[in-house]
């Protein structure tokens, strides 16, 4: 029986106080073992919110809400200014015009409806899009169509510039970024209402432009609008040198607080910036203490499972401080003593892990449901539109009955004008979604953990051991 | 065959210093027993821890079977304990939770005995005290006080030290019990070809030693 075997055999020798040690070991590593469950589930949770959020920031004029108009608008030198700051990938200038019959030959492929008459048309009342009749009578309007100069045709292709979730080209071509020419890629509800399809024309600000493709976004809404190469638009429309809006895309979802901060040095008060991230941060800061209080639970239990193995094992020498002598007496090296002492240290630490082990994942869900549910709101908020109102209709457009506007305050967050389908975002109803999982890192923490348990437990003990000098214990038998 | 010579040990104390071991001599052949008599305090058992090399001397030297000891490191002191030297003590100090052969395989262990041969050796010194058979798979608490001291006999004598270290070997056991165990350690000692120094305060047990030494106040003197 070597000294390893004799260290197992000994972890025996007091039934009740080996059981005692055992379970306290198991229930502070079962702690341990919970709390980085909880974290890495929470921690897994935060970057899958953070990576819906995205690296997108949105520029718009100073006071400029969407559809509701306000501020004044930037400038290619703002663009231009934006691009050369650092951590910046790409950047999206927009300028976005609504023409009504008057300014163009296209009709909007999109009817007001009896909500649209009721918000825009409304006698009297801050109508929006384009109104017929008199103050006071029955009044019908049409939706104006939406004109957007962009310089990223590409990506406004793929849910950019003119918004919405998944435009893509069904029929034509592009144009280019730079492009100065009088074309047009319309979406499908335009279209159809005005009969177009690649190579047909129609007139806007008096020119004619040719239609190069058509696109669908997925929504009527966001189909009903057109885009434009942006000089070509801002030559048109007579606002050379002018955009509504700027969306950048940082570098990663980790620069997209630096470089919102940086657009806004660069820019100063001639503009608001806006992301999600903070927004989203705010949301996630209950989580975040979820991931501080599982941290230092999971450091706490560590170190407590240590210390107890620490005091037992001291507790043990000095109770075998004799045979200890004895051993060494008879020519046993501090090694193999020292290693017996290990051994049933690590006796200790193994059955408590395993046992701490099974129960910790077992008891990960619940306690990290518990800890989730009473850190965060249970109510469902509403994140808001993620931007204005760009695409159809018009808010504040004046209609027959006349009547001031004033754009509405709180809630949505301004968006540069460009209207986000889908922008409601329910984050909060899903961050108690909390999904626990053991992976590969729980087992590897587990080993590494029983290991420092381990060490840090028989240090002490071991240097005891050294300290025992035989020929002191046997003198005083 | 057993050779001290001038052998001094002092311990400082915040009392002063005590001069436990003054200036002793003497010469054990192999196969004898030699018996060391005195009162407690005496400086018999810091004698034995010296012999023993569980302490460093002061001064003087050791010399067993040819080995000067006295320039030995702590590692090498271990080395040579494990192998050249048996201990008996009083209260027996077996492993309690190794059972009787355990406790003999122990110091084979130490003395680094083929693995394979280790049991087998076991056995054949436990059965040379008198025990075998459930006797040997019996932990020390289930052994009686004359059984225990022989499981302690045959540990010291398992590794064939040439020099084995008796302190008070009787004092625990009856006085006929402790006659059998006396008588054991000469026949042992006799048939191992190994020294046995033996501290007693019992007259019976010295007149049974090849020779006879008086301990006080740290000195040493042969009596007749």
Do not use: C
Request: hydrophobic letters at 40%.
């Amino acid at each position: 029986m070597n000294a390893l075997r004799r260290g197992v055999k000994n972890a025996f020798r007091n039934t009740i106080r080996s059981v005692g040690v055992i379970v306290i070991l198991a229930v502070a590593i079962a702690l341990s073992i919970s709390m980085l469950i909880a974290r890495d589930a929470v921690n897994t949770k935060i970057n899958s919110v953070r990576a819906t959020t995205g690296n997108t920031i949105t520029v718009s004029p100073k006071g400029f809400y969407g559809g509701f108009g306000g501020g004044t608008p930037l400038t290619n030198a703002d663009v231009t200014k934006v691009t050369a700051l650092p951590d910046v990938s790409v950047v999206k200038a927009a300028l976005t015009q609504r023409l009504r019959s008057s300014s163009t030959s296209l009709v909007s492929g999109v009817s007001a409806g009896s909500l649209g008459q009721q918000f825009g048309g409304g006698g009297g009342g801050g109508g929006f899009g384009q109104s017929t009749g008199t103050s006071g009578s029955t009044q019908t309007f049409t939706l104006p169509v939406t004109f957007t100069g962009t310089n990223s045709p590409g990506d406004a292709l793929t849910g950019g510039a003119n918004g919405g979730s998944t435009e893509k080209l069904t029929h034509g071509t592009s144009f280019a970024a730079n492009s100065t020419q009088d074309v047009a890629i319309v979406g499908t509800a335009i279209a159809s209402a005005n009969n177009l399809s690649v190579g047909s024309t129609f007139t806007a600000w008096g020119t004619t432009i040719k239609v190069v493709g058509i696109y669908d976004a997925g929504s009527t809404f966001a189909n009903n609008g057109v885009l434009m190469p942006l000089a070509t638009v801002q030559t048109l429309s007579g606002s050379t040198g002018q955009v509504t809006s700027i969306q950048v895309v940082a570098t990663s979802v980790d620069t997209v607080s630096k470089v919102t901060t940086e657009i806004e040095h660069a820019l100063g008060s001639a503009a608001d910036v806006t992301s999600q991230q903070a927004q989203t941060e705010a949301q996630l800061a209950p989580l975040n203490s979820v991931k501080t209080i599982s941290t230092y639970t999971l450091i706490g239990a560590v170190v407590a499972a240590a210390i107890i193995l620490l005091l037992s094992m001291l507790m043990i020498v000095r109770e075998r401080r004799r045979e200890i002598g004895v051993l060494k007496a008879i020519g046993a090296p501090n090694k193999s003593v020292i290693g017996q002492f290990i051994a049933e240290s690590a006796t200790f630490t193994v059955l408590g892990s395993i046992v701490g082990f099974i129960f910790g994942v077992l008891l990960a869900s619940p306690i990290t449901s518990v800890l989730v549910s009473s850190n965060t709101s249970t109510t469902t908020t509403f994140g808001g539109f993620g931007g204005g109102f760009r695409g159809a209709g018009g808010f504040g457009g004046g209609g027959g009955g006349g009547g001031s506007f004033t754009p509405p305050s709180g809630g949505a967050a301004p968006g540069g004008g460009s209207f986000r389908f889908g922008g409601f975002h329910g984050v909060s109803s899903t961050l108690t979604q909390v999904h626990t999982s053991v992976g590969v890192s729980t087992l590897v923490f587990a080993f590494v953990a029983a290991i420092l348990i381990g060490a840090i437990g028989s240090a002490v003990a071991v240097g005891n051991i050294v300290r025992i000098r035989p020929a002191e214990v046997l003198r005083s038998e | 065959m057993l050779s001290v010579a001038n052998l001094e040990k002092t311990f400082h104390t915040q009392a002063g210093d005590v001069l436990a071991v003054r200036d002793v001599s003497f010469v054990a052949g192999t196969g004898e027993m030699v018996a060391i008599v005195g009162p407690s305090g005496s400086g018999k058992s810091t004698l034995l821890s010296l012999l023993g090399l569980l302490d460093a001397p002061d001064s003087g030297s050791i010399d067993i079977d040819g080995t000067e000891l006295g320039s030995l490191s702590a590692s090498q002191r271990t080395e040579f304990r494990s192998r050249q030297v048996g201990f008996i003590f009083q209260q027996f100090n077996l492993i309690p939770n190794l059972n009787a052969r355990e406790n003999v395989e122990l110091i084979l262990e130490y003395a680094n005995w083929p693995k394979e041969e280790r049991s087998e050796r076991a056995e054949e010194m436990l059965k040379l005290v008198g025990l075998d058979g459930s006797k040997l798979e019996r932990r020390p608490s289930r052994l009686s006080g004359g059984e225990q001291q022989r499981v302690a006999i045959a540990r010291a004598f398992a590794a064939q030290p040439p020099l084995i270290l008796a302190d008070e070997p009787t004092g625990s056991l009856d006085r006929a019990t402790g006659q059998k165990i006396v008588e054991l350690l000469r026949r042992t000692a006799t048939q191992q070809n190994a020294t046995v120094l033996v501290v007693t305060h019992d007259d019976r047990v010295a007149a049974q030693a090849d020779h006879r030494f008086e301990i006080e106040d740290g000195r040493l003197t042969e009596k007749p």
